[in-house]
């Protein structure tokens, strides 16, 4: 019904940059905030940013000044550009957003996950 699917991950040298982008596709009404995520092996899955449908961003500590998210509305798409990129960026990082549906009059709002995609940051 509604998918979200990234892409972009891949293996970066310390200091170097990636940009990752998430599609959503399906039989969307509207989006609202969207955000990624990224679980790192071991850890728990954390919050690294969102964005709000407006354009407002939020950003973890650990990637403030580093990290930019943005989003494009027409193309109901997120992106995430990582500069300055460390050993400690490395995880899966999912992109995440809260999207309604509309079936005949019933409207549905949910929260929808990627499949996720792997960022290495390795020399």
Known sequence: QVQLVESGGGLVQPGGSL????????????IYGMA????????????????????????????KGRFTIARDNVKKMVYL??????????????????????????VDVNDYWGQGTQVTVSS
């Open 36 to 63: 990624w995520h990224r679980e790192a092996p071991g850890k728990q899955r954390e919050w690294v940013a969102d964005i709000t449908s407006s354009g407002r961003p939020n950003y973890a500590d650990s990637v």
């Open 81 to 106: 550009e990582m500069n300055s990129l460390k050993p400690d960026d490395t995880a899966v990082y999912y992109c995440n957003a809260r999207i309604s549906t509309i079936t005949g009059t019933q």
């Open 19 to 30: 940009r990752l982008s998430c599609a959503a596709s399906g039989r969307i009404f509207n």
